[in-house]
């Protein structure tokens, strides 16, 4: 979303176009006459109420279609939903917290439904997963995806959606001898829809 505003902090001789990025907006200011850019990150609490009101309806819309996606469709009945959260508190690989993630959403259930055919006509084979993993948006490009796919014993992912979300916070320690390179953690969010 692109929105040109005046804001106050700026020159009137200077144009502001507002862009989101997450819980952030970015402040593009270009000199009339094609000057120089600049930029500006600031939370929407430093901007005027009805702008503030637009971002957040536009968050809410762009949620709302995709848990609209997530829900049953005609190629996915949903059943269930397993959520959970990974650490790596040492080591910063963001993988391993996301199979964490995934072995936390799914370790404490059982599924016989899929097994003794407790739904007419459907068995193990017919079972479907869509994989939402909340991860810190400064560490995606280092998703190794195919590892964290290995986490689920059966089943067909049928989707694997990587968004912001996590965090990375302080571990309180660097241990170089358990590969730290710094004293960051990394957590990675996973909700594991589970159908048919």
Known sequence: MLITCQIPSFTESSRV????????????TRRK????????????????????????MESKEKSTERRDETRSSPSFNLLFVE??????????????AAMRACKDAISSNSIPA?????????????????IQLGVPRSTQ????TDKVKSVFPYGEIVSFEVVDGGMICSSGTCIEAMGDKND????????????Y
Do not use: E, W
């Open 17 to 28: 176009f507002l862009t989101r990025s997450n819980s952030h907006l970015i402040a593009i």
């Open 33 to 56: 006459g094609g000057g120089r850019r600049s930029y500006l990150s600031f939370t929407s609490s430093h901007c005027s109420p009805i702008f503030a009101s637009s971002v957040a």
């Open 83 to 96: 959520m959970g959260v990974g650490y790596d508190q040492h080591g910063q690989d963001i993988t391993v």
């Open 114 to 130: 899929f097994r003794q055919g407790t739904i007419p006509g459907v068995n193990s084979d017919q079972m479907k997963l869509k």
């Open 141 to 144: 490009h280092l998703l190794d």
């Open 184 to 195: 960051d953690c990394y957590i990675v969010n996973a909700a594991i829809y589970v159908g």
